[in-house]
């Protein structure tokens, strides 16, 4: 045990952020869910958070054609 506090420092919190990305990848938790969890200050350090352990953001080919069908809703195109 005190090897691995010696690499990987607290591991409560080690063990938290691995359960909050898997639960983020097997899309149990949003992002906003998981910056709560883990206490960040602000949208963009949780995405840093993500990013950095390869939990990329759910966004599918059809969210992007929704998304366009929206802007072009929005700006009369």
């Known amino acids: 045990m005190s090897r ?3 690499n990987w ?8 952020e691995a359960l909050a990305v898997e639960a983020y990848r ?4 949003s992002a906003a869910e998981v910056g709560r ?7 963009w350090e ?11 953001l759910h966004y ?3 969210d992007l054609t929704r ?3 929206t802007i072009r809703n ?3 195109q």
């Open 67 to 69: 998304d366009m069908e």
């Open 26 to 29: 097997d899309e149990v938790l």
């Open 9 to 16: 420092g607290n591991l409560s919190r080690r063990a938290l």
């Open 46 to 56: 949780t995405e840093a958070f993500l990013r950095e352990k390869q939990a990329y």
């Open 4 to 6: 691995l506090q010696a």
């Open 37 to 43: 969890l883990l206490g960040h200050s602000s949208r």
């Open 60 to 62: 599918t080919e059809d």
């Open 74 to 76: 929005v700006t009369g």
